[in-house]
């Protein structure tokens, strides 16, 4: 299908090129291949994986549900028709409603058929590509228990018209599975098209005399698809909504406990160390005081945060911006993290110099990066590791798509050009596959490998969200057994 609306914009496009149209059929067109490319090639990035986890689930569910539903269905309308519809039909003596043995014959062949497809499809059920590829099992069902009468009747030069049974198949099937909206329209386009085409090869349903049965049933049934169409449309995106919302709950609630961590355990290994140290009657330095009220204070600041990324649907994290010597808040994550280190027995290295030029940035939210990729780099990496802390001034431009923009690019405009402040924390840890690196920012990336854990995909997805609202990037440079170097962007 991707192919053919590729094959259709291609051709739409050449003639457009070859016919001198007006502008207003022009800008028709285009606006019409916008729309095509729009709905057949939607934007993946969007749709979390949770959703598309759970929408592949629901749908094997469902169509096995239908399955078992359509087949009870055929079941009692053949036993109906056979016990009882036919048999009155042929005791009003109307030669024109009775069925005689070879119209009854066709009658459960076309049944029979019919049922002997739905429990084919139930027994692919149990097939481990129908579980994996559930989109499958669903056009084969649709085409299966439609398609089938079609093709029986054109070996004998007719064309069923059976626009109750499609309407009625497609009002199940939208009901039953209301997800998956382009394998509805996949469904109803091949069987009706199947039919128009043999309508237009001159065949004809013996039932159906008069064109106008055919215009106005046909009329009807697309109007039926087309709502039933438009009601899996609004369900789905609205259960994609749903789905989005509630995993901004679970990011905020897991936030909460992950960036309160740090500053707790930090300030509890430190109070554990110096009761081991001191005696009864211990003493706590002014230093210590003072470390112990910053800690505090920058957990209410985090609070306040948190709480206002949750108001705000964290689709937007509120900054409040301020020159920031990137140095001296380094100096001061190591001071606090220097419990964490001994218990790891981590040796640092900061080449941050001091007279880089100052970050514009929210202190909080850049402490909180910081944060995140050195608690992750000491929790999946063994004791003994060495930390590199270091920055360097870049010259780039203006951020597009998602990328900031080397000097060497065609841009010439001069006032785009800014400068950016690459910052960096390197380890010589086990170090990450490429798959690994590509895939860590995301939310909840899970993985059998243990950098592939839930505090990971939180923790690192929350610093590309902060970096994202500063209008940088992050990334990060690794290969198994050499370490890895995380890297971030700001703007000066």
């Known amino acids: 299908m991707a192919r053919s609306i590729r094959c259709v914009q291609l051709i739409s496009k050449r003639i457009m090129k ?71 039909l042929n005791a009003l003596g109307n030669p024109q409603m009775a069925f005689g043995a070879e119209r009854t014959l066709r009658y459960v062949q076309t049944s029979g058929t019919q049922i002997v497809s739905v429990l084919l499809c139930l027994l692919l059920l149990k097939h481990p590509s129908m579980r994996a590829h559930p989109e499958r099992l669903f056009l084969l069902f649709a085409w299966s228990v439609l398609l089938s009468p079609q093709i029986i009747d054109t070996f004998y030069g007719e064309a069923r018209f059976d626009a109750g049974d499609w309407i009625l198949f497609y009002a199940i099937q939208a009901i039953l599975i209301p997800v998956q909206w382009r394998l509805h329209i996949i469904s109803q386009l091949v069987v009706l098209g199947y039919f128009s085409v043999a309508v ?19 009329f009807y049934t697309v109007l039926i698809c087309f709502i039933a169409d438009l009601g899996v449309f609004l369900y789905e995106r609205s259960l994609q909504r749903e789905f989005d919302l509630r995993q901004q709950l679970q990011v905020f609630l897991h936030a909460v406990s992950h960036d309160l961590r740090n500053p707790v355990l930090g300030m509890v290994m430190t109070l554990k160390s110096f009761l081991k140290l001191s005696g009864e009657d211990a003493k706590i330095p002014q230093e210590l005081l003072e470390q112990m009220i910053a800690s505090g204070d920058r957990q209410v600041e985090l609070i306040n945060s948190l709480l206002q990324a949750h108001s705000t649907e964290l689709h937007g994290i509120v900054l409040h911006r301020q020159p920031i010597r990137l140095d001296t808040l380094v100096n001061s994550i190591i001071t606090d993290f220097q419990p964490f280190f001994g218990q790891a027995q981590t040796t640092l290295t900061q080449v941050i110099p001091p007279d880089l030029p100052l970050v514009n940035a929210d202190p909080l939210h850049l402490r909180r ?53 690459r910052c960096t924390v390197s380890d010589n840890g086990v170090g990450m596959t490429q798959q690994q690196c590509d895939r860590l920012f995301d ?6 490998d243990r950098r592939q854990s839930l505090s990971l995909g939180l923790g690192l997805y929350m610093c590309r969200q902060i970096l994202t609202a500063h209008g940088g990037e992050i990334g990060v440079i690794s290969s198994p057994g050499h370490g890895s170097t995380f890297w971030f962007t700001l703007p000066v």
């Open 18 to 88: 070859s016919v001198h149209l007006c502008l207003p059929v022009r800008m028709s067109f285009a606006r019409y291949l916008n729309t095509l490319r729009a709905i057949w090639q939607p934007a993946q990035s969007t749709v979390s994986q949770e959703f598309l986890a759970w929408r592949h689930r629901f749908l094997f569910n469902r169509i096995r549900l239908l399955v078992w539903v359509v087949l009870i269905v055929l079941l009692l309308v053949t036993i109906l028709n056979l016990a009882i519809n036919i048999p009155s």
């Open 200 to 218: 237009l090869l001159g065949l004809r349903d013996p039932d159906v005399p008069l064109l106008a049965t055919y215009v106005l049933g046909g």
């Open 369 to 421: 990066v910081y944060e995140n990729l050195i608690s992750n780099v000491l929790r999946y990496n063994r004791p003994g590791l060495h930390l590199t802390f270091s920055a360097e001034v870049i010259e780039g431009k203006t951020r597009r798509q998602g990328r900031i923009l080397q000097p060497k690019s065609k841009i010439q405009n001069p006032k785009s050009k800014i400068q950016w402040v």
């Open 443 to 448: 939310l909840y990336t899970r993985d059998p």
